[in-house]
């Protein structure tokens, strides 16, 4: 609104999905005035920059006088390792329907993996072995959600839908019915003593990261699994192989790594108890996310605080 009085957009995700942004978003608000590439246009004239990881601006100096940098990505730590990121614009994360319904959907089917043991089937099947103990019932199962925010937050209430004990742990205290939900370093070892099935919902930042070493997979019960929906970083990816190895962890799932793409070398690629996803557990969806930019951008206008602003020092 700068000098104007409709809001200029700048898009600065990736180049090739500018068109499915630029309608999903004129479509809802059809005055907007939507740039759908960062190339030649005037950063001191814009007041929103939509931001990923994987558009092509790299030096965000010229960007200091927007009112805010609209993160494409629920994570944003590769916005705040940007040493050129200005300490002016509000950072806001990327909270929308889709991205949490698409977690969801891949949390409980990875859970219910574990739970059935379908990997040690397949390989009971390869070898022939006619392994016939049947699974427990999901009420006789506990899985432990680690991050209770927008993401974890859904997946707790969905899995205990779906009959499961569900624990949770995140920085703060939280209240979601039917969970035990758990704070601090004493709810932290509690989670991972009681859950057979753990999956990782936190961002990565100083604090989280190598969450998961060894002595997080020794507190976890024998024969344990861990699903890793958030960030490669937040596990030591040595002790987690030493785990498996052990048998101490049945098995691994894993969406993220600490090297994306997984090198063609990497151990996780041919372990026997390790299931790979190539960073698709969930993903912004513009035709539900644009509500979420929208809605940013009419409380711009407004003079309100914009919503799920990023602390920046506290890394989320
Ligand atoms: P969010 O709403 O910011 O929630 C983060 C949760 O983690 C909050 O409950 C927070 O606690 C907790 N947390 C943060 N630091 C912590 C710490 N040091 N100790 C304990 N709890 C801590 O984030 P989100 O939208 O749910 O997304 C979570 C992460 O998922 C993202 O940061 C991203 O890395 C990842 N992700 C992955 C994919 C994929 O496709 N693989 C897709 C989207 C997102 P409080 O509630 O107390 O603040
Ligand atoms: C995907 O990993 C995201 O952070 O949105």
């Not at 907007?32 to 100096?61: K, N, W």
Request: with cysteine; hydrophobic share 40%.
């Amino acid at each position: 609104m700068r000098g104007s009085s409709v809001t200029k957009v700048v898009y600065g995700g990736k180049p090739g999905n500018a068109a499915v942004w630029r309608d999903a978003l004129l479509d809802l608000k059809p005055d907007l005035d939507f740039v759908p590439s960062p190339d030649g246009c005037d950063p001191s004239a814009t007041d929103i920059l939509l931001y990923e990881p994987a558009g092509t601006i790299r030096d965000l100096r010229p960007y200091a006088g927007v009112a805010a940098i609209q993160s494409l990505w629920a994570g944003v730590e590769t916005l705040l390792e940007n040493d050129t990121l200005p300490p002016e614009p509000a950072l806001l994360r990327m909270v929308e329907p889709g991205m949490t319904a698409g977690m969801s959907e891949y949390v409980i089917g990875h859970v219910y993996r574990a739970h059935l043991g379908t990997k040690r089937q397949a390989r009971d099947q390869r070898n022939r072995v006619w392994g016939d103990a049947a699974p427990p019932l999901a009420g006789d199962r506990t899985v432990g959600v680690i991050g209770l925010g927008a993401l974890g937050r859904d997946a707790t209430i969905k899995l205990t839908e779906a009959g499961f004990r569900v624990g949770g742990w995140s920085r703060s205290e939280k209240s979601i019915a039917g969970v035990t939900c758990l704070h601090d370093a004493d709810g932290f070892d509690r989670l991972l003593a009681e859950s057979e099935i753990v999956v990782l919902l936190v961002p990565h930042t100083p604090e989280t990261e190598n969450l998961m070493n060894a002595a997080a997979f020794a507190a976890m019960p024998r024969g344990a699994h861990l699903i890793n929906a958030a960030r490669g970083a937040l596990v030591d990816e040595d002790a987690l192989l030493s785990a498996l190895d052990s048998g101490q962890l049945a098995s691994a799932t894993l969406d993220v790594m600490r090297e994306e793409p997984l090198p063609p070398d990497h151990r996780f690629w041919h372990h026997e108890s390790v299931t790979i996803t190539p960073h698709i557990a969930s993903a912004t969806r513009p035709a539900t996310a644009a509500a979420t930019i929208i809605t940013q951008i009419e409380r711009f206008e407004r003079g309100e605080p914009f919503l799920y602003r990023v602390e920046r020092d506290r890394g989320y």
